[in-house]
């Protein structure tokens, strides 16, 4: 079911697309799962990432503990929840979300923490309370007065 919904949403296209412009080596993986080593782009930054079906790191599938394997299994699903290309801005407010939250890209993004944390190689961070997040991240944000 997923893997026709992936080819259905053109996530799994759009993730075969990445892999050949990152220059990655497509080989088929279990459960119908397409993996890809050797990707050469720097974005995103990241051990590795799943577009789609298509399970994409810099590296080799086969070095990477197994675990990570379940983890980018895990986000191929939630790709087709989101039928496709929704997955993107979904997973992008999260990952604002949580940084603003937690000061981590992961702790409190919710597509993350619905893979396993610990099976991504994330960590737990404590969430820290809203205002003075929001305050810290804008102070950053705006440009000092030069003097």
């Known amino acids: 079911m997923r893997r026709l919904g992936n080819r259905v949403n053109l996530s799994t296209v759009l993730g075969l697309a990445v892999a050949r412009l990152g220059r990655a080596e497509v080989r088929p993986g279990p459960r119908g799962l397409l993996l890809a080593d050797g990707y050469r782009l720097p974005f995103p930054v990241a051990g590795a990432f799943t577009v789609g079906d298509v399970l994409v790191t810099a590296g080799r599938w086969d070095a ?57 190689g994330y960590r737990e961070v404590p969430v820290r309370p809203l205002v003075p997040a929001a305050r810290a991240a804008l102070s950053r944000r705006r440009p000092r007065p030069r003097t």
Not at 81 to 91: D, E, I, K, R, V
Request: proline share 5%; hydrophobic share 45%.
């Open 64 to 120: 990477h503990r197994p675990a990570l394997l379940e983890h980018e299994e895990r986000h191929s699903w939630q790709w087709f929840w989101c039928a496709g290309l929704p997955f993107l801005p979904a997973y992008g407010v999260c990952l604002v979300w949580s940084v603003l939250r937690t000061g981590d890209r992961a702790a409190a993004n919710v597509f993350e923490r619905r893979a396993g944390l610990a099976l991504g």
